[in-house]
């Protein structure tokens, strides 16, 4: 069916600004709730055309901001104080995962790039259901942010490669992020210098006293950068989404009190336009691709393999001291995937590293770990007794 150009703006439009109380109602993360209406709209219900550009590029606009969004997300501070700590550990764990993960594609006959997706964590779900337990500021709870962190930022450094390695085969190009890599660790090192050495004025960007930043500079530096590194990843032939994500990195490693900025990044991001990516995700999905009885087994099977791969690194856990049921819990709450793991099924489908049927199953894989990972870390984690007084 065919839509007036002016129906699908409201009717999305209307979408955007109901879901969250939907989610809420439901007791659903938002995103789930906005691919599930996408469903409804696309190829999978009313089948809708929306017609015209306006919502693919809206939603790809959406989808970098997440991606800048979940750079800014990483903590450096705890990043370094934990790397220091339990580098060891943290690296083996993620390791190990790794491991298992390309056992896991291998079992479904798929390669790396399905390993890396495997292997991905939605941060901005661990973080949530930590504070919730009040679990945050924990030994185990900044473990686990570090564990997450980690998953997110070197999964996409290696999908990134993985990519260059489809496109060009093992030759020169393969060095192709260096300018990129160079030219961020650049702007990190006379960024944090000149924080350092200006320290009233950063904090007078990041920070300004209310109604003294009518022109919002801070928002407008952050999307400078933002669209300079999608920039940069583009003429160096990498996918856009490494610059997005890097630029955050740098908003996060300068600005340490970034939480206003943050804010108002959200304020755009979450409140229009990254619900449009969520919703044209779930248009483009064909539930058709996953109702055979052999996909929904392989379907099935991808979910099984997706739990496994972040609880088996779990029994590592004793060998450091830490105890064992932990490291279980651990596993299933870091088993939950939405955000970068859509991501990613969308840039694998468009390098033609993975079919459509494959991207759909990555999607219902998505919806139900990120509801069935922090339900069942709810259920299975418990706190140390509190000693007596």
């Known amino acids: 069916m065919e839509l007036h150009d002016a129906l699908p703006l409201l009717l ?12 809420r109602l439901l007791r659903v993360p938002s995103a789930v709730a906005e691919i599930l209406f996408g469903v409804l709209l696309g190829k999978s219900g009313l089948s809708l055309n929306m017609g015209g550009e306006w919502l693919p590029f809206l939603a790809h606009l959406g989808f970098l901001l997440l991606m800048f969004q979940s750079g800014m997300e990483i ?15 943290q690296l083996t764990f993620f390791g190990a995962t790794v491991v298992i993960a390309l056992s896991a594609a291998l079992m479904l ?7 890396l997706i495997l292997t991905t964590t939605s941060l901005g779900l661990v973080m949530p259901v930590l504070k919730e337990l009040n679990l945050g500021r924990t030994d185990f709870g900044q473990s686990m942010l570090m564990s997450a962190t980690l998953a997110d930022f070197l999964t996409l450094l290696g999908i990134t490669f993985v990519i260059l390695f489809h496109r060009h085969g093992l030759s020169w190009r393969m060095v192709q992020p260096l300018p990129l890599f160079l030219g961020f660790a650049l702007l990190l090192w006379l960024l944090r210098l000149w924080a350092w050495w200006n320290p009233e004025r950063a904090e007078k960007i990041m920070k300004p006293a209310s109604g003294s930043d009518p022109q919002e500079l801070s928002v407008r530096y ?6 300079l590194f999608v920039g940069l990843s583009l003429l160096v032939g990498l996918e856009p989404v490494l610059g997005a994500f890097m630029g ?3 908003i996060s490693f300068v600005f340490r009190e970034k939480e206003q900025l943050e804010s108002k990044i959200s304020a755009l991001g979450f409140g229009f336009l990254v619900p449009l990516f969520f919703i044209h ?30 609880c088996l690194p779990g029994l590592l856990f004793p060998l450091w001291g830490k105890p064992l049921k932990r490291g279980l819990s651990a596993g299933l709450l870091l088993s939950s995937r939405l955000s970068l793991i859509v991501a990613a099924a969308s840039v694998g489908l468009a390098e033609g590293l993975i079919t459509a049927e494959f991207k759909d199953s990555v999607v219902l894989l998505a919806l139900v770990t990120c509801l069935a990972g922090p339900t069942l870390f709810k259920l299975t984690y418990k706190a140390p007794p509190q000693p007596k007084l």
Do not use: C, H, Y
Not at 75 to 89: A, D, H, S, V, Y
Not at 298 to 307: D, E, P, Q, S, W
């Open 12 to 23: 999305v439009t209307f979408a955007v600004a109901v879901l969250p109380g939907v989610s």
């Open 75 to 89: 903590n450096f501070t705890m990043l370094g104080r934990q790397l220091k700590r339990e580098g060891p550990f």
């Open 109 to 115: 006959g798929q390669g790396m790039f399905t390993a």
């Open 222 to 227: 952050s999307l400078a950068l933002l669209f």
């Open 248 to 250: 955050g990195a740098i």
């Open 281 to 310: 995700v779930g248009m483009q999905f064909d539930v058709s691709n996953v109702l055979t009885l052999d996909r929904l087994l392989f379907t099935g099977g991808l979910v099984l393999l997706a739990f496994l791969v972040k």
